[in-house]
């Protein structure tokens, strides 16, 4: 059930076309920040070649792309889950799924699931352009896959947020900025506090992810953005069940 | 509450904020049953049908469907419905098939069923030509009968319908009307609308809300047989006087509308009153039902209220 519902999601996503122009617009401007890594990279390299323990290439176009794709989903996934609950809300269809043998935590996770697929389809157009060089040199692939796992992660809880605010409104608009508003604040808490060790820092979602990006996985990280994901989902399926009661 | 009942609603009651939109209601719904529920718009209607769905949970009492708290056991009550809401749920992204797959998979049709219940719902609501059309794309009317076909799909034993009717022109005004007289042999159906016909000519039991309280509650049949012994207008070519009609033993009371024509209210049927018109030689021209009773009672509860307030 929770898998219909979240193929439903994906499907719908697909026949808008906001899935395909999020997708070509955000691959444009990565292929690009891509381009531009490798050309640095390019200028490098004669000191790079002198130096004995150097950065190699997954360090320094790989990472960094991925980097640039963070901080653009950081932007581009309000609109991408803005729609989920409150468009259903907007239309009534939420009655179809409320008035069926369904749970509010069947719904709200297929919902997320749905998403989630979308955000890992966005990971491996991207993760295409760093294996394209595979074609004439080395990658580190457990800084590879440490990055891809990082990525899916930031954007699993990017996605529970946005259906956090999704489901507080029936405005598409508002849920979009209050995301955008929830996320960037998350994602530059840390600055204000200076120090590394801060309580703000914790809650930073850069903080978590930054180090998982130079290849270090840390359980500390892994449980951040899992209990990150879980808190927002539990709202949800409160916030929703709340909602039948007020009406 | 007898063991047979699909629904049994007890004391339902629902505020918004501290306005209260139903007020205490009870009834319930037998197999067979197709009960229009009537009520001027903001009587509470769309309110109550959204809390038998399970759309909207009730501030006090209970629903019972077949004998299942909706509310302790949402998922066993809730296989047993089907709900067209006032705004049919459509995903206007989706064509008919995959829209009715989907809803399929949510009332939990097993996979070998739901080819089968898709072309009966299909079949049912005249759909089969447009299943490969985008529901965006349909009319109105149509995208009405793709939500019909969702809340017929998994032959629920209850279908809930808000306002069926809304929007449609007279012919497929008809053609829905047949075919929820068609689903009452097999289904207990309850019909929320304010087109009274709609509910004289669908409906074997009726039940008028008002601000929120249960205000009538009745079959079909005793509210025709009222209605046979009710109110007429006649028109008399030779009129006695009205003391004279006044003592026929028929006739209950009399108001004269100008000289050949009276209001009577008789004890008998319509068919008793024109012998005895023509017995007495009064030349009958003219013998209507005055008022439609369902009518008549309908704007006698509904409208009472509205001018205290």
């Known amino acids: ?247 | 509450m007898s063991s047979q009942a699909l629904i049994s609603v007890n004391n339902l009651t629902r505020y918004y904020g501290d306005n209260c939109a139903v007020n205490d209601i009870s009834f319930e719904l037998a197999a067979g049953d197709i009960l229009g529920f009537l009520g001027p718009n903001g009587a509470g209607k769309s309110t109550t049908m959204q809390m038998l769905s399970g759309n909207l949970a009730p501030s006090r009492g209970e629903i019972l469907i077949n004998g299942i708290d909706l509310l302790d056991r949402p998922g066993a009550a809730k296989s047993a419905l089907g709900y067209l809401p006032e705004v049919p749920p459509l995903y206007r992204e989706m064509n008919v098939d995959e829209y009715l797959r989907y809803c399929a998979k949510l009332r939990r049709i097993s996979k070998a069923g739901i080819g089968d219940a898709m072309e009966l719902a299909k079949l049912r609501c005249g759909l089969t030509a447009v299943g490969k059309r985008l529901i965006g794309n349909l009319s109105k009317g149509f995208q009405q009968r793709v939500g019909i076909a969702q809340a017929i799909l998994h032959s629920p034993q209850i279908i809930i319908l808000d306002e069926p009717t809304v929007g449609l022109d007279p012919i497929q005004i008809r053609e829905i009307r047949e075919l929820i007289t068609e689903l009452g042999e097999s289904h207990g159906i309850i019909l929320s609308t304010h087109i009274l016909p709609e509910v004289e000519s669908v409906c074997n039991r009726v039940q008028i809300i008002n601000a929120g309280k249960l205000v009538y509650a009745s079959d079909m049949k005793d509210l025709l047989e009222q209605h046979a012994t009710g109110r007429f207008e006649i028109s008399l070519g030779n009129p006695p006087g009205v003391d004279e009609l006044r003592a026929t033993d028929l006739i209950d009371s009399v108001e004269q509308l100008d000289a050949n024509s009276f209001i009577v209210h008789i004890t008998s049927t319509a068919d008793r009153l024109a012998a005895v018109a023509v017995n007495n030689n009064w030349e009958l021209r003219k013998l209507v039902a005055h008022e439609h009773s369902l009518e008549h009672i309908f704007v006698n509860l509904t409208l009472g209220d509205e001018e205290i307030v």
Request: aromatic letters at 10%; glycine letters at 6%.
């Open chain 1, 1 to 247: 059930m929770i898998a219909g519902i979240a193929f439903r999601e994906l499907r719908s996503m697909f026949l808008s076309p906001l899935a395909w122009s999020v997708l070509a617009v955000t691959q444009l401007i990565i292929a690009w920040s891509f381009f531009s890594q490798i050309d640095f990279f390019f200028t490098l390299q004669p000191q790079l070649a002198t130096m004995p323990s150097a950065p190699g290439v997954t360090d320094l176009v790989v990472m960094p792309t991925f980097e640039i794709a963070s901080i653009i989903l950081l932007m581009v996934t309000p609109l991408l889950t803005m729609r989920l609950l409150s468009e259903e809300k907007r239309n009534g269809t939420i009655a179809l799924l409320l008035s069926s043998p369904i749970s509010m935590t069947e719904i709200v996770l297929g919902k997320f699931i749905g998403i989630v697929m979308f955000m890992l389809i966005f990971i491996a157009m991207i993760s295409l352009m760093p294996l394209s060089l595979m074609v004439g040199t080395e990658l580190d692939m457990g800084k590879f896959a440490a990055g891809i796992f990082a990525l899916a992660l930031l954007l699993s809880a990017f996605a529970s947020a946005g259906l956090y605010m999704s489901s507080l409104t029936e405005n598409p608009v508002v849920a979009a900025i209050s995301t955008f508003g929830l996320l960037l604040l998350l994602w530059i808490i840390s600055n204000n506090a200076g120090e590394s060790s801060g309580a703000l820092t914790q809650l930073s979602l850069l903080g978590h992810f930054s180090p998982m990006l130079r290849g270090l996985i840390d359980t500390a990280d892994i449980a951040y953005f899992t209990l990150f994901i879980a808190t927002f989902l539990i709202l949800t399926i409160r916030q929703m069940d709340s909602q039948r009661l007020q009406g």
